[in-house]
């Protein structure tokens, strides 16, 4: 698992929260010397951890960035892995796949009554939802929320820890919708993107029901 602790794991955590970054991007934030800092960033890709390649821009010569690979990628939390995937395509064979969305149901039925013992004792609307966004922080999410100028919060969440799951039964990441709006219950809640599909994070509207 990644901590926050060298610049190799700063370099890949940039990576898993930008997705693609230039060289310029990925300096920012760094007190060390650009020569250093290439150095590091030679080293993750002699280990297979980043790639980078050529981008085409719209003007201009195009510019070289960097992403994790899959191997990369595999550092960061991921609570099923292969395993789980290969055990459920064996249920699936025997049962059928409407009963393997029914164990996910009930997979995400457990958290919520897991959740709502976590946020009991928070009161308030706002106290609620950052709980909530610590609760999936300390689960290996990777979250950032935003508040926005209507009022409105914005949750990423740049890691996805059943992605290996969520890639062969994507009603999963539906469940995952189903699990916020039932612990806010005050709230109107939209995914707007999902990791699944490509982008770099996990996205999610949060604003408060009108009364």
Known sequence: MIKKSSVKEKILLKLKR???LTIVQL????????????????TLEREGLIQSFQEKQTMGRPHHVYQLTDK???LFPNQYQQFSVDLLKEVEEIQGIDFVYQLLASRTDKSIDE??????????????IKKLVQIQEDKGYM??????A???????QFNCPISNVAREYKGICGQELNL????????????????????????????EKKK
Do not use: W
């Open 143 to 148: 979250t950032e929320l935003q508040e926005n």
């Open 150 to 156: 209507d009022g409105s919060y914005t949750l990423k």
């Open 27 to 42: 300096m920012e934030g760094f007190h060390i010397t650009d020569i250093a800092l290439r150095r590091h960033i030679h």
């Open 115 to 128: 959740y709502k013992k976590l946020l009991e004792d928070v009161p308030d609307y706002n106290g609620k």
């Open 72 to 74: 990369g990628g595999e």
């Open 18 to 20: 930008g997705n693609r």
């Open 180 to 207: 916020f709006e039932e612990l806010l219950e005050d709230s109107s809640i939209a995914a707007t993107s999902c990791i699944v599909s490509g982008e770099n994070c996990c996205s999610f509207l949060i604003g």
